[in-house]
């Protein structure tokens, strides 16, 4: 089992995500390897479309994911919650984040559909 950076559940894979991190930009130039859920993955999808959209250039802040203080866009995810079994949260992130992110995504889906294929 493996738990998402984000929102904390823990689900068997997570899809692995290269994040840039300032603090430890000395040890890890390249950044180090984050795991996200799919439903933080989409929500943060959705936050950067929105961001793309608005071309908002958001509020200077602490990211959630990089801890790099940095301009921050909000991204709803949903949290899993003891007593309500999810809650909705907002966390904050940078954009260099959320290209990340969206890289990432890419990745695991065209893995995804070529470990697809091979079951055909
Ligand atoms: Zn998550
Ligand atoms: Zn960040």
Known sequence: MADCDLCGVAIPTVVPVQVYKP????????GMW??????????????REEQVRSS???????????????RLHPVTISRPSF????DEDTVHLCKRCLDSIKEASKQWESERSESEHEHH
């Open 83 to 86: 007593s309500k079994g999810a």
């Open 34 to 47: 984050q795991g996200l859920c799919e439903g933080c993955l989409k929500a943060a999808m959705k936050a």
């Open 23 to 30: 603090k430890f930009a000395l040890s890890y130039p390249h």
């Open 56 to 70: 908002s250039c958001g509020v200077a802040g602490k990211c959630d994911l990089c801890g790099g203080i940095e």
